[in-house]
């Protein structure tokens, strides 16, 4: 399948009343986004985070939260397996922490495909908040996830920012980037957003951008959340196809900070096209960079 459709969401942060409220929304959320087409959901960085509301002797302590969400993990896995498999959808399951067997907290994020198969990648470099205030720490893998609608990589927020980690999963395959993000400022939501483009431009290739928004004041790790969710190619064309994506490289953006799914159709092959013959060729040529070698080693999941 190498044209589909993917949906990217801007995930309102809530205070659930109980588990079956976060199964509504989350129910209502994957059926919107199935009811319009998409064949892959994309949820933000730390849209987890909203499970710490139900336990409210922990929900407002910084480093208590982390072991609430986590504890709940494996139960919101499983219900994103199920909505899965209902819709025949795939899911980039909202980012939450994930305690190591040494104790220490990392940042996972899950992609579940309609079998219910699931794949992780842990956010690879820490914030200052995450790595000064909250005691989250970062991974050191970098997976590139071979599936039925082609292989994609997870770039978590601050991750985005970094070329090289992208380059890495370009080098490997990838043809779509999943960025999930949640930044509390217009200032961290505009760095992601610019580093997103970048990484689409220079590796010729999709980069989708999910962030959370909205105010939830009862947490002190996500009480402020700023963002648009924006679809984005490579600007450039192809005379003899017959084909150009967008001037500005934007295929759909989101109104800032309103609650909404944000829809744009992928053609990897258009994409297969332009790193073959498109008027630039960024992917070709960045070996031609001085100090383009060293790029860090990825692992491939075979998804299906």
Request: charged share 20%.
């Amino acid at each position: 399948m190498r044209q589909w459709r993917v949906a990217a969401s801007q995930y309102p942060i809530g205070q659930l009343a109980d588990w079956d409220a976060y199964a509504a929304k989350l129910g209502r959320w994957v059926a919107e986004a199935a009811a319009g087409g998409a064949k892959l959901a994309v949820f933000p960085e730390y849209a987890a985070m909203e499970l710490a509301s139900l336990d409210p002797v922990t929900m407002g302590d910084l480093h208590g939260s982390l072991d609430t969400v986590a504890a709940f993990m494996a139960r919101a896995d499983a219900l994103h397996a199920q909505l899965a498999r209902e819709h025949g959808i795939w899911l980039l399951a909202g980012s939450g922490p994930h305690k190591l067997a040494s104790g220490a907290f990392v940042n996972r994020a899950r992609l579940i495909s309609p079998s219910g198969q699931i794949g992780h990648q842990d956010k690879l470099l820490m914030t200052r908040f995450e790595r000064e205030q909250w005691g989250v720490t970062g991974a050191r893998v970098l997976h590139l996830f071979a599936t039925p609608l082609g292989r994609l990589a997870v770039l978590i927020c601050y991750d985005s920012e970094f070329p090289l980690l992208a380059r890495a999963a370009v080098e490997a395959g990838a043809e779509v980037l999943l960025v999930p993000s949640c930044t509390e400022t217009l200032h961290g939501y505009w760095r992601v957003r610019i580093g997103s483009q970048a990484r689409a431009l220079e590796g010729q290739c999709y980069a989708v951008h999910s962030p959370t928004v909205g105010d939830a004041d009862w947490s002190p790790a996500v009480d402020r959340n700023r963002g648009a969710a924006g679809i984005y190619a490579p600007p450039d064309r192809h005379g003899a196809q017959g084909f150009a994506m967008p001037d500005d490289g934007v295929l759909a953006l989101g109104e800032e900070s309103r609650a909404q799914w944000v829809f744009a159709d992928l053609d990897l092959d258009q994409i297969a096209v332009l790193r073959a013959d498109g008027g630039v060729l960024n992917r070709r040529d960045w070996a031609e960079q001085p100090g383009a070698g060293g790029l860090p080693a990825v692992t491939v999941i075979e998804m299906t």
